[in-house]
Structure formats: structure tokens, C-alpha cells
């Protein structure tokens, strides 16, 4: 548990002045009565009525320290169910993909994995897919269609190259419609990554521009989320690195799954070869920055995996929630009791 407010905490040194000045006064009325008298007042209450006397005056002390503990603001570590709206699956289809060091191959065990989230991907969520290889493209808008994701993911085409960072810009573009992220100034490296980076006719009237939203905390976007799975290192388009800052800048946070095996893998291809290594340093990277993690996948079986533990975090997310209202909440309710026990047995608030 954290706070907050850690400074108000410093309050809690009063709770030992309290018991304190809670013996002065009982003291002070032991002293008011007489020796006889007090032993006959003894007598007639028993044990019982001695120890119930103090319940109240404890149970007010337990309501003012968690009433102090609640001023701090407290926060705690609470699993939630999740608020994701959209989920976009960015996969790679580069020709790395037809390596054989996953049976069959990679590209097969990636749409069947894919396939599988979508078939138990979370309630109320909608899925986006985009496909990259030497560029990206959204192959299918967000919809909760199982039907349409899973012929979008079928209709995979490979392609030379690996574009890591234009995948992650068109998923962006596809979670803010409404921003008109110029995707494409960004992967060409043209000024403008915002709105209004695009050109126009000069006898045309120009749009005026949009301002770029402020930055937010990173991870802290609700309501959309993008997996994004590769084998291989980036060959072309934007640095994944700068476009993850993008990403973390609107807090959007990206998961990573690195593909393959760790020593990589000699693929042959209409009369060429190459040796193809998976870039997990690059994929740690996305995923330290955006607040994502990243998950690693050598078998068919280790994807699935992947993509079923994603499916729960998507269900059930962990977070650090305030819960300055449950300690309020208990404070009141031990006050509140403190009172009846005291009424109920005394007569009185005291």
C-alpha cells in the first residue's frame, strides 16, 4: 500500500496522545471518589462491566486512525474488471514468418493463436487487426464480429520486410480516429506526425489545425490496448522506439510478444536465404515505455499461452486504485458503533 498524501500520516502521533489523556481522566475520576466508595462501585459492576467500559473509547481510537489513514489518501494494488473497449492486434507477416523453427511455421501457429484469442477475447471489447510486414495496414476495423476477425486473419498475405513501427502508428491511428493521426508523415519521416502534416493543393483552402492533445500519464488510456506480435528486427519505416513514445504519450499501452527462437532461424524463399533473429531488446523497449509488458513465445504452445493470459489481464486488470473511501468508510462505521455500545450499555455517548 502507498499514499498519496504520505505527509498527513504524521497524524498518527496524536492516537498516543489520545490514550494518553484517556488514563489522565480515568485518574482524575478514581481521585474523585472516595476508596470505600469506589470498591462497593467495583463490587457491584463485576469484571464483566470494568473491561466493557473501554470497548467504546477503543473502538473511537480505531475509527480516528483510520480516519487519518484515509486523510493520507491510501492507494492499493486492486484487481478490477477491465474497461478495455478495444483491443488492436497488430501481427507480423514479414517473410521471417514462414520459418519452420515453429511447427509448422510461424505464420500458422500466429493465426492460430490469434484465431483462439478472438474465439474467448474478452466480453464488450471489440478487435482490430493490422498486418505489417514492409508497411502496415488495418486489415479489419475494431468490431466484436468472430466471423469477420477471423477471415481478416486468414486472408494474410507475407511480405519482404518488417515495418515494426509503422504497425504501431496505423493501431494508434486505428484507437483515435478522431485525432487524424497523418500516419502517413510519420512513416515517410515528414514534419507534421500530428494532424495537419498533410500537403494540399495550393488553390485548395487549408483545414486549420488541430492541436496535439497534452500528454498523459503513460498507461493510463482506459478504454484501448494494442498487442503487437514480431520475429524479426525492423528492416524499414519509423523507429518503433519514437513511435512507442507517441503511444505512451496518449497512454496507450503496448503488450509485445517476441515470436520465435531466441538464436533465430536460416529461412530460403524463391531462390534466397537469410538468417532471421528475433529483436527482443527492441520489443522490451515498447513495452517499458507504454507501461505494456512483454511476453516471449518459442513454441506454438507458449503462444497460445501468451495470448490466453492476455485475454485474462484483459478481463481482470490489476491496479493501483485509491481506496481512500474504504478506510473513510471504516472510520465512520467503528464511530458509529463505538456510540451504540456505549448508549446500548451506559446510557450515554461518553
Excluded at 91 to 110: E, G, K, W, Y
Excluded at 311 to 337: C, G, H, I, M, Q
Aim: aromatic share 8%; hydrophobic share 45%; glycine share 8%.
Amino acid at each position: 500500500m502507498s499514499f498519496l498524501w504520505p505527509q498527513m500520516l504524521w497524524l498518527l502521533l496524536a492516537l498516543p496522545a489520545c490514550v494518553a489523556a484517556y488514563l489522565w481522566l480515568l485518574r482524575r475520576r478514581k481521585a474523585a471518589v472516595s476508596y470505600a466508595s469506589l470498591a462497593l462501585v467495583r463490587e457491584a459492576l463485576g469484571p464483566a462491566s470494568r473491561v466493557r467500559r473501554h470497548v467504546p473509547p477503543a473502538l473511537l481510537l480505531l475509527a480516528l486512525a483510520a480516519a487519518t489513514v484515509a486523510i493520507a489518501r491510501p492507494t492499493a494494488v486492486i484487481t478490477l474488471p477491465s474497461q478495455f473497449q478495444t483491443i488492436v492486434l497488430a501481427i507480423d507477416v514479414s517473410l521471417s514468418m514462414r520459418a519452420t523453427d515453429v511447427l509448422p511455421d510461424r505464420i500458422t501457429a500466429a493465426q492460430a493463436a490469434a484465431k483462439a484469442f478472438i474465439e474467448d477475447h474478452p466480453p464488450r471489447a471489440r478487435i482490430g487487426i493490422v498486418s505489417f510486414g514492409g508497411s502496415a495496414q488495418l486489415v479489419q476495423k475494431p468490431t466484436d464480429r468472430s466471423d469477420e476477425l477471423i477471415a481478416a486473419i486468414d486472408r494474410f498475405q507475407l511480405q519482404r520486410g518488417t515495418a515494426t513501427g509503422s504497425a504501431l502508428v496505423v493501431s494508434l491511428a486505428t484507437l483515435f480516429p478522431d485525432d487524424d493521426i497523418d500516419v502517413e508523415s510519420v512513416v515517410f519521416g515528414r514534419p507534421g506526425g500530428a494532424a495537419g502534416g498533410r500537403g494540399t493543393a495550393i488553390d485548395k483552402p487549408q483545414e486549420p489545425k488541430r492541436e496535439r492533445p497534452p500528454p498523459v500519464k503513460p498507461g493510463s488510456y482506459p478504454s484501448g490496448v494494442i498487442v503487437l506480435l514480431s520475429d524479426g528486427r525492423r528492416t524499414t519505416g519509423p523507429d518503433p522506439i519514437e513511435v512507442a513514445k507517441m503511444a505512451a504519450d496518449r497512454g496507450v499501452r503496448v503488450f509485445t510478444v517476441g515470436f520465435g527462437t531466441v538464436e533465430g532461424a536460416t529461412i530460403g524463399f524463391e531462390g534466397w536465404s537469410a538468417y532471421v533473429r528475433l529483436d527482443e531488446e527492441t520489443l522490451k523497449a515498447v513495452a517499458e515505455i507504454t507501461r505494456g509488458e512483454y511476453y516471449h513465445a518459442g513454441t506454438a504452445q507458449d503462444l497460445k499461452k501468451v495470448y490466453q493470459e492476455l485475454n485474462t489481464r484483459f478481463v481482470l486488470e490489476r491496479k493501483d486504485t485509491e481506496v481512500t473511501s474504504l478506510f473513510a468508510a471504516a472510520a465512520a462505521l467503528l464511530a458509529a458503533f463505538a456510540g451504540v455500545l456505549s448508549i446500548a450499555w451506559f446510557g450515554r455517548f461518553a
